[in-house]
């Protein structure tokens, strides 16, 4: 017997989500989560919380099995009861700053499938499971290896990894992380190609991974190129063997491309180990003169102590390059600012006063700026926007000393490893690294 819920109170809702119903994540060591946003660290939680992550892993259980698991089932019924999971505080938390969270994303986007939530049963079990969302990280084969990232998701990282933490070799045999069994993993998604809507491929680095290239076949064959496909990718390799990706996109209805840049320039290429500038501008050029049609393109930005001052140089640098257009309604090409909460010594907020008030300072100059390259009054707003709410959750944290000379022995650490050297990249905009231990210039 089906229960009976008022699904558009709950699409108005301010807690409820809908993907413990129609989606899934997994990232390539099998873990399971309930989307990509959902706070992975067990640390951030009560060791008694019922929802301390993961949810389960494909490597030990079958994803169908996963989908009924204790925790998946406890999050759906705290989801009917009005509950905010502690894992899902990221999205409340850009609510609350007027942002657009992936909850409501999710609402919109797959308002039809409230439906599901009649089949409930009282402890949160689903007898049917229709994934019409996919989130699979399947390994983290990745030709980057950007300051931020880590291992975990990004195969480039083992050297350094290593050479960082030599005492963790006796457990970690090889770089690539990936489901046990690749070939069982894609398996269990025969089933749901009938139901999916929209596939999100992120990675480690979707554009060089075969399975990623075996889905869309998948998709072609069965003739379902009506799905939406999302990517978040360094853009890098445009070709996998003699296929170039252009030709597969072109059969789609709906791409979205979010393309992750950290820097431009010497600042890119060392914030992004493997990014080089001059290609990923020729790659993006390809794109834009290519008539691959898109639903959504923009950039990625993630922004931390590194990349904090450089954000403006950067807009300035794709609007000189004509990969950002400035004159009109930017509803296809765009550009969002995520900011690095973990490693913690990466969060902009604790970086020393003086940089913030550095950063004000060209805030407040930077309007002039754009209208000088002739932005439309749109593009500067947006902008001017985004800009200001980077300045104010920057100063709603103050100076952090510990962090920072985290930062320090790290970026230290890491140059020697890679022959890099911090005050050469970043002398105009913070100087010696020693100045980042001091709250005032």
């Not at 709950?10 to 390539?28: G, N, V």
């Not at 698991?69 to 999050?75: A, G, I, L, R």
């Not at 980057?144 to 933490?165: I, N, P, T």
């Not at 309007?367 to 959750?393: A, H, W």
Request: net charge negative.
């Amino acid at each position: 017997m089906k229960n009976s819920y008022n699904l558009e109170e709950l699409k108005k809702s301010d807690s409820f989500c809908i993907a413990p119903w129609m989606t899934s994540h997994t990232w390539p060591d099998g873990r399971v989560f309930p989307c990509c946003l959902y706070n992975t660290d067990p640390a951030d939680y009560d060791k008694s919380d019922p929802l301390l992550p993961p949810f389960g892993n494909v490597n030990e259980s079958e994803l169908k099995d996963v989908w009924n698991s204790p925790k998946y089932k406890e999050m759906r019924t705290q989801m009917l009861d009005g509950k905010k999971p502690i894992g899902c505080s990221r999205c409340y938390h850009l609510e609350d700053n007027g942002g657009l969270s992936y909850r409501q994303k999710f609402t919109k986007d797959f308002s039809h499938t409230f439906e599901l939530v009649n089949h409930t049963k009282e402890d949160g079990h689903l007898d049917e499971m229709k994934l019409y969302s996919w989130d699979f990280r399947i390994s983290n084969f990745c030709n980057f290896k950007c300051r931020s990232c880590g291992v975990d998701l990004s195969s480039s990282w083992y050297s350094d990894q290593l050479a960082l933490f030599p005492e963790e070799a006796q457990f970690r045999k090889k770089g690539l992380i990936s489901v046990t069994d690749k070939s069982s993993f894609m398996d269990m998604l025969h089933p749901h190609y009938e139901f999916v809507e929209e596939i999100y491929f992120a990675g480690g680095e979707p554009l060089i991974m075969p399975e990623h290239y075996e889905i869309l076949d998948k998709l072609i064959e069965l003739n379902r190129t009506n799905t939406r496909i999302r990517y978040s990718t360094n853009f890098s390799k445009l070709k996998f063997g003699k296929r170039n990706v252009f030709d597969m996109w072109r059969k789609f209805d709906s791409l979205s491309l979010y393309v992750s840049v950290d820097g431009v320039g010497s600042i890119g290429e060392y914030v992004r180990k493997g990014y080089n500038h001059d290609e990923f501008v020729s790659n993006i050029k390809s794109f834009l003169d290519s008539d691959v049609g898109f639903h959504e393109f923009g950039y990625m930005v993630t922004y931390g102590s590194l990349n904090y001052l450089h954000l403006f140089d950067m807009v300035i640098e794709f609007i000189n390059q004509g990969i950002l257009d400035k004159t009109v309604h930017p509803k296809q090409i765009t550009m969002t600012f995520v900011p690095i909460t973990q490693p913690s010594y990466y969060n902009c907020q604790f970086l020393p006063t003086w940089v913030k008030n550095k950063f004000k300072k060209r805030l407040d100059k930077f309007e002039n700026e754009l209208i000088q390259l002739e932005c439309g009054e749109y593009f500067i707003s947006e902008m001017m926007t985004k800009f200001k709410n980077i300045y104010d959750r920057s100063i709603s944290a103050n100076f952090d000393l510990s962090e920072m000379e985290k930062l320090k022995s790290f970026t230290n650490k890491l140059d020697k490893i890679r022959s890099e050297k911090f005050e050469v990249t970043f002398n105009e905009l913070y100087g010696n690294i020693d100045n980042l231990l001091k709250d005032e210039e």
